[in-house]
Each structure stands twice: as structure tokens, then as C-alpha cells.
Nanobody, 125 residues
Framework: QVQPVESGGGLVQAGGSLRLSCAAS????????MGWFRQAPGKEREFVAA????????FYTNSVKGRFTISRDNAKNTVYLQMNSLKPEDTAVYYC??????????????????WGQGTQVTVSS
């Protein structure tokens, strides 16, 4: 198993920045992709960004391209999501997830095997 644990959420004004961290423990050597998703009240969980654990290939949803950056530190088994130019519509609970399956489609919620508990991000206007 892989256990992701998120941290770094909080309250920020529009235009501000936050950095989320996701520390993974357990059988991290089996991880193929790490992803960030978010869920706003009354909405479905949606893909934000993902990174392949070994190659470092990155993927983003269109609404965050140019504002968010996903990165990883393999030595620390940690994935980061740097969020800049935040907007009120970015407000949501942000979840970190790990997939251990080759062929994962990074944007697919159902392709991830392990999920963190989530961290709240609130952007005020």
C-alpha cells in the first residue's frame, strides 16, 4: 500500500499563492503516477495535475496551466503543487492520490488506487 498525506492548505486572497505537499509512505517504489484532484461543494472530484514518479512527466487541466506547477522529490517521497495567481474558483478540498498501475490515464479519478484525506484551499475575492 501507499499512504499519501496532504498538507499546506489554507485561506488566501485572490492573486495569492499556496504550496501543497503530499508525503507518500509505504510501498512508494511501486508508484507510477501521483496526482492532485480537487472537489468543491456540490461538484464532482476533478483532475488538477499529475506527475509520473520516475520520468517526471507532467499533466495539467487547462484551467490551471500557467498558474500551477507540480513537482516531485523522490528522495523525500513527496509531491508538491505550487499554486500561483489563485482565483476564488480554485476553492476546494484538494486531494493527493497515487496510482500503482502501468497505463494509468493521469486525469482519470478511477485510475488511482490510494487517496489522502484532503486539505482545504479557500481563495477569497
Amino acid at each position: 500500500q501507499v499512504q499519501p498525506v496532504e498538507s499546506g492548505g489554507g485561506l488566501v486572497q485572490a492573486g495569492g499563492s499556496l504550496r501543497l505537499s503530499c508525503a507518500a509512505s509505504g510501498r512508494t517504489f511501486s508508484t507510477y503516477v501521483m496526482g492532485w484532484f480537487r472537489q468543491a461543494p456540490g461538484k464532482e472530484r476533478e483532475f488538477v495535475a499529475a506527475i509520473t514518479w520516475r520520468g517526471g512527466n507532467t499533466f495539467y487541466t487547462n484551467s490551471v496551466k500557467g498558474r500551477f506547477t507540480i513537482s516531485r522529490d523522490n528522495a523525500k517521497n513527496t509531491v508538491y503543487l505550487q499554486m500561483n495567481s489563485l482565483k476564488p474558483e480554485d476553492t476546494a478540498v484538494y486531494y493527493c492520490a497515487a496510482s500503482i498501475r502501468i497505463g494509468t490515464i493521469p486525469s482519470r479519478v478511477d485510475h488511482y488506487d490510494y487517496w489522502g484525506q484532503g486539505t482545504q484551499v479557500t481563495v477569497s475575492s
